[in-house]
């Protein structure tokens, strides 16, 4: 079998907020921006890589959620702990000053990890946590 991953999903509370992280801080390419019901789904992902995307989703509006559970996923978000990814660059010192010059919520600076990477996080707009490795 021959399976890729095509599309990762990350909640966003504010579209706009997310281009200027996704697309003019991280350097990826606006691929998709669908609009419904005064929402909207933006689909980013790096250049060169056309298979690979995150859609970053309005929270919360899948059907079958709760007012409980939208409310539960809106706190999460709010305190970093609902949803994250991991990336990977050749120059992870050059991206996390990149990061820091642009004032994004810093989290963790370059560090060797005991298990053998080396990485830092930082938060998107949203509260995603966003690891960065060292490729």
């Known amino acids: 079998m021959d399976i890729t991953i095509s599309a ?4 966003q509370d504010d579209p706009e907020a997310a281009l200027a992280f996704y697309r003019d801080l991280l350097g990826f390419e606006l691929r998709n921006d669908v609009g419904y019901g005064g929402m909207r789904w933006l689909t980013v992902g790096p250049p060169g890589q056309p298979g ?8 919360g509006v899948d059907p079958g959620i ?18 994250g990814i991991l990336l990977a660059t050749k120059d992870l010192e050059g991206a996390f000053d990149r990061l820091q010059a642009a004032d994004a919520d810093i989290v963790q600076e ?3 990890q ?7 996080a930082v938060r ?4 995603n946590l966003i690891r960065i490795q060292q490729a």
């Open 8 to 11: 990762s999903f990350l909640p």
């Open 52 to 59: 690979t995307s995150i859609v970053l989703h309005p929270p």
């Open 124 to 127: 998107d707009p949203a509260g």
């Open 66 to 83: 709760t007012d409980d559970e939208r409310r539960t996923i809106t706190e999460m978000m709010a305190k970093g702990t609902y949803a």
């Open 110 to 112: 370059p560090t060797d």
């Open 114 to 120: 005991p298990y053998g990477v080396r990485d830092c």
